[in-house]
């Protein structure tokens, strides 16, 4: 084997282990992986952001800049990058640390399983210094306040509301005796999402949908609706479209703990964005 082919592989295996660890949420771990690609493979983009963001859950927030930076010398538009520059910016101006994603992340909670799953806005989200303390897929918790539903982050910092509508829905079926999990999808003031998961149906729920949106017909019961990006980097989804839309990288490009995170074939429904008619719906189903 080639010198060339050898350090392939190498590198190869070296980023296998970096997704692995942080998919575990090891940054040591991550970050050390990441940094040896990088000593065989300077010019490796995806490795320098997935060592910016193995440096911004240790709160190493002056490395993880320089990281962002590097990438963004070679690729002024890496989207990744910059949203890891902007947010390392935001802490750093207000002074705040980043709150480390501790929890081994739950693949599942990303797959869309018909009626049990959504991505929703957050309304009267917090503000940004607060938002990016939290990387997306930061672990969330579900709290009633006042007849609305809030998202809080592991810390109990408030992060954002649900829209009234899904907030009752949701707020009367845990009540009920439903169980959710709950991870933060985007943290753009703008745009901030969070995907929740039913984890456990009540008995007294036995004839209800979490998501009315989710529940009508499709080619497959489940499909996998965030890029495996999002693991890797932690990076958010640009649109809507995205969440629906099949990857352009081929299985050959997914690691082994990817596979589960890749998205499959397109599909017409990409989120579970609550509608009237949904509520209408779920007015039939009840």
Not at 46 to 52: D, H, K, P, S, V
Not at 55 to 79: I, S
Not at 102 to 126: C, H, S, V, Y
Not at 230 to 236: C, I, K, W, Y
Request: proline share 5%; net charge negative; glycine share 6%.
């Amino acid at each position: 084997m080639s010198p060339s082919a050898d350090a392939g592989l190498r590198v190869r295996a070296f980023a296998d282990q970096a997704v692995a660890a942080a998919l575990d949420a090891d940054w040591p771990r991550a970050a050390e992986l990441n940094g040896k690609i990088l000593e065989t493979a300077p010019d490796d983009v995806e490795a320098r952001n997935r060592l910016g963001r193995a440096l911004l859950e240790q709160a190493r927030l002056d490395e993880a800049r320089a990281a962002f930076a590097e990438v963004l010398k070679a690729e002024p538009y890496n989207a990744i990058a910059l949203r890891g520059l902007q947010r390392v910016t935001t802490l750093l101006e207000h002074k705040a640390k980043a709150v480390a994603t501790a929890t081994k992340t739950q693949p599942r909670l990303f797959i869309e399983d018909m009626g049990k799953t959504g991505i929703l806005r957050l309304i009267n989200p917090a503000p940004p210094h607060i938002l990016s303390r939290y990387s997306p897929g930061a672990e969330c918790e579900l709290r009633e306040q006042e007849g609305l539903l809030a998202v809080h982050a592991s810390d109990g910092a408030l992060v954002g509301f649900l829209e009234p509508k899904v907030g009752r829905r949701l707020i009367d079926l845990i009540r009920t005796g439903n169980r959710y999990v709950v991870a933060l999808v985007s943290n753009d003031t703008q745009n901030a999402r969070v995907a929740i998961r039913e984890v456990f149906q009540s008995a007294d729920n036995a004839s209800r949908i979490s998501f009315p949106g989710h529940h009508r017909p499709a080619e497959t019961k489940e499909r996998a609706y965030i890029k495996g990006n999002f693991f890797r980097f932690g990076a958010e989804v640009d649109d809507e479209s995205e969440l629906g839309e099949a990857g352009e990288e081929g299985e050959e490009a997914a690691s082994p703990g990817e596979e589960l995170l890749e998205e499959a074939e397109s599909a017409e429904e990409p989120l579970a964005v609550e509608s009237d008619e949904d509520d209408a719906e779920d007015g039939e189903d009840e």
